[in-house]
């Protein structure tokens, strides 16, 4: 099992930035592969970016590439995604995941462990 608790959501304008940060704890030895993805209300959830826990290799959705920026610390057990340039639409519920498996890390299917989410909202 591993558990995953996301945190630094909160309210920012337009053009500013923010961290959002996820903890993992538990068997984090099995974890592959880490990703952030959003939920707004009424719509699907998307993948954001992701990393491969060995070899670093990340993922961004085209969406967010030059704005966000993912990094990953498996000696911690952390991941952080550092939003800038924020817009409105990017406000979501933004989920920290993480997989024991191999597969596509942009594919939420791929993923075994949730967190419980942290709001992120950007004003106009």
């Known amino acids: 099992q591993v558990q995953l608790v996301e945190s630094g959501g909160g309210l920012v304008q337009a053009g500013g930035s923010l961290r959002v940060s996820c903890a993992a704890s538990g068997r984090t030895f099995s974890i592959t592969a880490m990703g952030w993805f959003r939920q707004a209300p009424g719509k699907e959830r998307e993948s954001v970016a992701a990393v491969t826990w060995r070899g670093g290799r990340i993922y961004y959705a085209d969406s967010v590439k030059g704005r966000f920026t993912m990094s990953r610390d498996n000696v911690k057990n952390t991941v952080d995604l550092q939003m800038n340039s924020l817009e409105p639409e990017d406000t979501a519920v933004y989920y920290c995941?993480?997989?024991?498996?191999?597969?596509?890390?942009?594919?939420?299917?791929?993923?075994?462990?949730w967190g419980q989410g942290t709001q992120v909202t950007v004003s106009s």
């Open positions: 995941a993480a997989s024991e498996r191999v597969g596509p890390i942009q594919a939420g299917e791929t993923y075994d462990y």
